[in-house]
Every structure is written in C-alpha cells, then in structure tokens.
C-alpha cells in the first residue's frame, strides 16, 4: 500500500464500527463463531468494522483465535 | 443452566470451593498468556525472563479478573474462551505498560517529519505529496480540539501504543480510541473539503 492508500485508509471512519468496549465485550463470543465457520460478518457487521481500523482490539482477537486454534492442534 | 441459544453452559465452575478447577484454570491461563506473549514476542523489545514474568503476571491479574467477573458469564460462548479472552487482554494491559515505562521516543514528543513515513510516502516523490500532508498538518492544528491533537500526534507522528496513550492520559482504550475516531472523521472532512482526497467517510 502507497502512503496515499494507507493515509485514506487510516481516514476512514465506518458508522457500523461498534467502537473498543463493544468488541471487548463481545470478542469471546465472536471469536467461537469465526472459530466454527459461522457466518460472522451479516451477524455482527460492526465487529469487523471495528478490528480494521482498530490495531489493539484486532491483535487480541488474532490472539484469542491463535489460542483457540492452539487448543485443536 | 443451558444458555437456550449457544448450548453452552451458564456456570462451568464453582463461585466458592472447587479448589481443583480453579488450579486448573490458572495452569490453562499461563499457558495461554505465555503462547500469547511468544506470539507478540518477535515485535516486542522485550525478551526472555521478562517475557516469562509478564506472562505469569497476566496469567494471575486475568484469574483475579475472571473470579470477579464469573457471574457475569452467560454461556454466550464456551466458557474457557470467555476466560481466554481476560489472559489476552491482561497480555496487551502489560505490554502496554511495558511501553509506557520504556517509551521508544518521548510520549509529548512532536516531529513532523516522520509523518511521511508513518503513512509509507515515497520520499523521492515528495512533490506529488507535500501539499496534501502540509494540509492534513494545518488540519491537525486547526480542526482538532486540544485532546484529539494530543492523541493524533502521539498515536500517528510518534507511534506511542494506543494501550500505552491509556496508561499515560489515565484512561481506557474505548476513549482513546473515540478521540480518534472523531479526529480522522474531522481531517478527512478538512481534506476533502479543500479537494485533497474524496469525501466519502
């Protein structure tokens, strides 16, 4: 990604984002669903909203999920 | 108790007693925080037994955390990932902490300069991008209350870890990350009104 890409990108805000204590409140919940192959994404539109355009609340979830993974392996 | 919708239970442990599951929570809980810490370790300035101490200090502040949260598990998931989800988030609160400790450039700090580097701007092509990010810098200056400048300019020029800005503005990541939310919603409008970039959000 260019810096005009990644500067626009950065800009861009999504009104379905359901902001940091949404998604911490719901990750454990959303991280099963993606773990199982639910369709997650018509369910809860906001929730990947928000992991785009948020580095810490998207590098639990990568985390929750590596330990969910983890635990199957 | 089944929760009717998930199939999963309500309350898989014991609020009092039940000495064994809490042992083996917590055993489940280290090793979760110590795959986590290893998993992050490559991009962190931290190594060895700092790593292990911070773990284990996660590991121990997310059973505390669990225990005072256990009647406000609903079976909505299963049960060890609600639990999971404290070690992790007990993970970042330490790496976040770690930071604000060893800070890479001073937090307050303001150096316009690495903005385009921060973005990826090829530096040979500056003219084809100097315009554009001297408006976004007077859109910094002029559209943004004196809190969403302080988080822009730490969070984007300075790349202080938003967990870490928490901890330094004692504050909570919700927060910090609304004041941001609102500051690019507000320098994509600038920009788009003086026809930098498009309008839409």
Avoid at chain 1, 45 to 59: D, K, N, S, T, V
Wanted: overall charge positive; proline content about 5%; some cysteine.
């Amino acid at each position: 990604m260019n810096g005009w890409a990644e500067l626009d990108e950065f800009l861009r805000t999504d009104p379905r984002d359901v902001g940091c204590a949404q998604a911490m409140e719901m990750m454990h919940i959303y991280a099963d669903l993606v773990a199982a192959g639910a369709p997650v994404q018509e369910r809860y539109p906001g929730f990947p909203a928000h992991l785009r355009a948020c580095g810490p609340c998207a590098e639990d979830f990568d985390g929750l999920l590596a330990a969910l993974r983890d635990e199957t392996n | 108790m089944l929760n009717q919708r998930s199939g999963y239970r309500r309350s898989p442990l014991p609020a009092r007693g039940g000495r064994q599951h809490w042992g083996r929570l917590h055993e489940l809980l280290v090793r979760i925080a110590r795959r986590e810490v290893a998993r992050r370790g490559s991009r962190l300035r931290v190594t060895g037994p700092e790593l292990e101490d911070l773990a284990y200090r996660a590991a121990a502040d997310a059973l505390i955390a669990i225990t005072g949260k256990l009647r406000q598990f609903r079976g909505e998931s299963r049960f060890t990932t609600w639990a999971y989800k404290f070690a992790i988030f007990e993970v970042s609160a330490k790496i976040g902490r770690h930071f604000w400790r060893h800070p890479a450039v001073p937090l307050d700090a303001e150096d316009w300069d690495r903005l385009p580097d921060r973005f990826g701007f090829d530096p040979a092509r500056e003219a084809e991008w100097r315009d554009l990010l001297g408006a976004l810098h007077r859109a910094v200056d002029d559209k943004l209350t004196a809190r969403q400048r302080a988080v822009f300019i730490a969070i984007v020029l300075n790349g202080v870890p938003l967990d870490t800005l928490v901890i330094e503005l004692a504050s909570n990541r919700n927060a910090i990350y609304k004041t941001l939310f609102d500051a690019r919603r507000k320098l994509r409008a600038a920009l788009a009104a003086d026809g930098h970039i498009g309008d839409e959000s």
